[in-house]
């Protein structure tokens, strides 16, 4: 019987530590996002295949939901095309470098910080207006509250635009036989 005790306060302990860690994961995700990396040709094609694959289970999961939230697949769509755009200018401030190692991407830091702000806006609004909508139907207000899938969409959104421009960007850029960049220019 203490078993059972047991388990309900280990995943509300679960919930609480995920809480308490959310805001430095946040800030790690900052962090991250706005370090100069190397691009790597095969990762940037799995990337948009998968990301592909997630754009199709959003959708058709946003045109479930339309049963019950309203909007929610034309939210889902107007949040990809939304993220769409801010993807395709986040690339075209990005600065690119290409050395004998390979391609190297360095984001812009206010665009990432304006994508880390708005991921961390969803979240709190969700969390938000579950506690708002109390007990009974806090759980309800996670898919009730269609603004919350287009938000989801922008960020899907500007994950696919800039997966596949980095495709495009990559299969532009000549390999030399030993398999390094052969181009030395800086952005653009």
């Known amino acids: 019987m203490p078993l059972l005790l047991i388990i309900p306060l280990l ?9 308490l860690l959310l805001p430095i994961s946040i800030v790690q995700r900052y962090r991250y996002g706005k370090a100069r990396r190397r691009v790597l040709p095969w990762a940037v094609r799995l990337n948009a295949w998968l990301l592909a694959m997630s754009v199709v289970a959003f959708v058709a999961s946003s045109w479930v939901a339309a049963n019950w939230v309203d909007r929610a697949l034309l939210d889902a769509v107007l949040g990809l095309g939304v ?4 993807g395709v200018v986040g690339l075209s401030l990005d600065r690119f470098e290409v050395t004998p190692q390979g391609l190297f991407r360095t984001p812009n830091q206010w665009l990432v910080l304006g994508v880390s702000l708005l991921l961390a806006a969803r979240i709190a609004l969700g969390l938000w207006l ?4 109390g007990p009974d139907t806090g759980m309800t207000a996670w898919a009730t ?3 919350l899938i287009g938000v989801a969409g922008i960020l899907l959104g500007y994950a696919v635009a800039t997966s596949l421009g980095l495709r495009f ?12 960049m ?3 220019s800086g952005t653009g």
């Open 11 to 19: 995943v509300a302990g679960l919930f609480v530590l995920w809480v």
């Open 182 to 184: 052969s181009e030395r």
């Open 130 to 133: 579950a506690w708002r909508d």
């Open 169 to 180: 960007r990559v299969a532009r850029i000549p390999m030399s036989d030993s398999g390094n």
């Open 83 to 86: 993220g769409g755009v801010i």
């Open 145 to 147: 509250h269609g603004g």
